[in-house]
């Protein structure tokens, strides 16, 4: 089964975010993560992005890839909604 280097943003403390980008790559050695958000939390998942490849990964992971799209799925009333998403592959440098 091939590691999925996902980290998907909620409604978790911002700094768990940050601490789970960062233990991807000192201790399971990753060659690169992707944070993932759809809706309200694609502000944090950038937020998230920037602050561990700047303060804590400093010049070792970088962004490699950002990819945006958007999901269609039912709510809780049986209503058709889109969704915005946000995909950010950090790799190491």
Do not use: C
């Not at 944090?44 to 490699?64: H, M, Y």
């Amino acid at each position: 089964m091939a590691e999925d280097n996902s980290v998907f943003i909620g409604n978790k403390p911002f700094m768990n975010y940050v601490t789970g980008v960062v233990m991807q790559f000192t201790t399971k050695n990753a060659e690169s993560v992707v944070v993932k958000a759809r809706g309200k939390f694609i502000s944090r998942a950038v937020d998230v992005a920037e602050v561990a490849s700047k303060r804590f990964l400093d010049n070792t992971v970088g962004i490699r890839d950002i990819n945006i799209d958007s999901e269609e799925f039912e709510n809780k009333e049986g209503k058709q909604v889109r969704v915005s998403t946000i995909e950010i592959t950090l790799g190491k440098k």
